[in-house]
Structure formats: C-alpha cells, structure tokens
C-alpha cells in the first residue's frame, strides 16, 4: 500500500523560505523518479520540480532559482526548499512518482502572506 506523507507547510511572509518534507512507504523509492506538485485555488494542480533516480532535478520557469528539490533514497524521502518566497507560491503541495498514478497524499498548505 502506497504511502505518501507530506509535511513543512505554513504560513510565511513574501521573501520567505520553507523546507517541505514528504515521506514515502509501499514502493520501492529509489527506482522512482519524484516530483513536487501544488494547486491553487481554482487551478489544476501542476509539477513544479521533479528528481530523477540518479539525482537530476528538473524545474518549472517560475520556480527556477527559487526551489530545491532534494532526495534520500536511505530515508524515502523527497525535499523541496522554498526560498523568496510570492505570494502566486500559495498551493497545496503534494508528491508524488512522476507518470500516471492515482495515490497521492493529503498535501500540505504553503501560504505565502502579509
């Protein structure tokens, strides 16, 4: 059974940073590329960084130089670091496997205000 437990999530002024944490369990972690997902209010939920199983990370334009995405095979566990943080960063972030799969966790709130 397919566990996936995301944490690190707050409330945090503009210019911020946040470390989010996601544990996995009932998968082989380290054969799976990962990937930190968010969604906004109104909008479908969207990858905005992935780490491959060798370590590459891959970012969408408007997290570039922003985020981190980080990975411990020895803990399955994938990291996102947040820095200057905007208010558009405001979502529940998830992770997940990249690909097409069903289970997710319950997320964790990032709001990013004055």
């Known amino acids: 059974q397919v566990q996936l437990v995301e944490s690190g999530g707050g409330l945090v002024q503009p210019g911020g940073s946040l470390r989010l944490s996601c544990a996995a369990s009932?998968?082989?972690?380290?054969?799976?590329?990962m990937g930190w997902y968010r969604q906004a209010p109104g909008k479908q939920r969207e990858l905005v960084a992935d780490?491959?199983?060798?370590?590459?990370?891959t970012y969408v334009d408007s997290v570039k130089g922003r985020f981190t995405i980080s990975r411990d095979n020895a803990k399955n566990t994938v990291y996102l670091q947040m820095n200057s943080l905007k208010p558009e960063d405001t979502a529940v972030y998830y992770c997940?496997?990249?690909?097409?799969?069903?289970?997710w966790g319950q997320g964790t709130q990032v709001t990013v205000s004055k």
């Open positions: 997940n496997r990249v690909g097409p799969y069903a289970t």
């Open positions: 780490i491959n199983n060798r370590g590459t990370a």
């Open positions: 009932g998968i082989i972690f380290s054969v799976y590329a």
